[in-house]
């Protein structure tokens, strides 16, 4: 059985196409959406105007999070900002897996570096992060089925990559 090891271990920073120096609304043609969470906590400005909404400790807390979050994905949409609109479905997809994370390990830890980053014991996180987690989902899947995100998404990625 192949050790999984985390992936920021080998990280490449140079080959990482998300660079802190850039402001990406002046710049929007240097953005990629990528796969998944990629380039949340990078892109300029929109991690700092979304990331201070990023909450998920309790459900009541996931709920004014996710529902803020949502509301500037809608915002940014309104104003065909696509790359604002894309950072702020990342931000709700990370709210999803950071809880996620929160609820399978103590700690949110999953690798033990003193072990050799043996992966811990899975089941032993908090149980309302799981609640919170859902919260986040399913505004994430509400960004991501929104039609206009959806078309916009499909043409950035034609055009730009």
Not at 1 to 28: C, T
């Amino acid at each position: 059985m192949k050790k999984e090891r985390p992936s920021y271990l080998n990280f490449d920073a140079a080959g990482y196409p998300w660079k802190p120096d850039i402001d990406y609304r002046q710049h929007p043609e240097q953005y990629r959406v990528g796969k998944g969470e990629q380039g949340v906590l990078i892109c300029e400005p929109y991690k700092s105007e979304i990331g201070q909404y990023w909450r998920f400790r309790t459900v009541p807390i996931a709920e004014e999070s996710s529902g803020k979050i949502f509301s500037l994905f809608m915002d940014y949409l309104e104003n065909n900002d696509f790359v604002g609109a894309d950072m702020a479905r990342k931000y709700l997809q990370m709210g999803y897996t950071r809880a996620r994370r929160y609820f399978n390990y103590k700690g949110g830890k999953k690798y033990d570096a003193e072990k050799e980053y043996q992966q811990l014991e899975r089941g032993t996180g908090d149980p309302e992060k799981a609640k919170a987690a859902a919260i986040f989902y399913d505004r994430w899947k509400a960004a991501e089925a929104e039609p206009r995100y959806a078309d916009m998404k499909k043409q950035w990625k034609k055009d730009k990559g």
